[in-house]
């Protein structure tokens, strides 16, 4: 596969590696993305901690509980500017309540749904826009729902720039949720717990990290030794249990969540514009907004 300007670019922005290097992982994995990733960090040169999607989009996360069910959606706009926008705040709060209500299976279904002003949702966001004067759309949402016995933890960060809904199971204590979620909008983990992580992932990263250890110079005798401690470390990353807790470093969240006698049964972290592809500004005009900024 001929390895394009384009390509190049995707793997530096994932990886924060320079050019050069970008092109040649990419020929030596004949263009293949996610490979070149794995070369690159066999060859010390990329952090899986660095690897994170761009995020450009404006727009807002919203929370809405209601009794025994919840719902955390994403709106975007063009601008942070109309994210405050009052009647964009209107919008999001009744979409809100509508998706709640109705719980559609998908964003496609909450569209063509029919709000209890009679326009779908459709039409509704068409309207908006045309008040509003910008592109705003409703990207995702999810409905947790739960038992009296059980609590919520909403999370909103920086006013709606990362929104999180966790689900404590077995326990009332909605105080220890919120923690939870709170914790979860600072580390970003990607699974509750190892047992969620797939053989094939943890395969995956072990060659890495094999292959990484022996780069490095390290004897074959102890590389297995040093890659299982890694990989270790590796679940610390990702898996929120593994975690020190952000509001008390010398526990694991998994005690935490334990001292509640609940167990956290999912939640979900969305961060506004996550993966979506930012509008390539005018260089020129950036550098001049910056410069009349400052007087």
Known sequence: MAVTAQ????????????????KKALVETNGDIEAAIDFLREKGLSSAAKKADRIAAEGTTSILVNGNEAVLLEVNAETDFVSKNQGFQTLVKELSEHLLATKPASVEEATASTMSNGLNVADYISNAIAKIGEKITLRRFVVHTKTDKDAFGPYLHMGGRIGVLVT??????AQAAKDVAMHIAALNPKYISRNEV?????????KVLTEQALNEGKPENIVAKMVEGRLGKYFEDICLLDQSFVKNSDQKVKEFVKSTGGTVT??????????????QDNFAEEVMSQVNKGN
């Open 7 to 22: 390509m190049v670019k995707e793997l530096r922005q994932k990886t924060g590696v320079g050019m050069m290097d970008c």
């Open 168 to 173: 404590l199971e077995g326990s009332t204590d």
């Open 198 to 206: 797939s053989e094939d992932e943890v395969d995956r990263e072990r």
């Open 266 to 279: 999912d939640f979900e972290r969305y961060s506004v514009g996550e993966g979506i592809e930012k509008r």
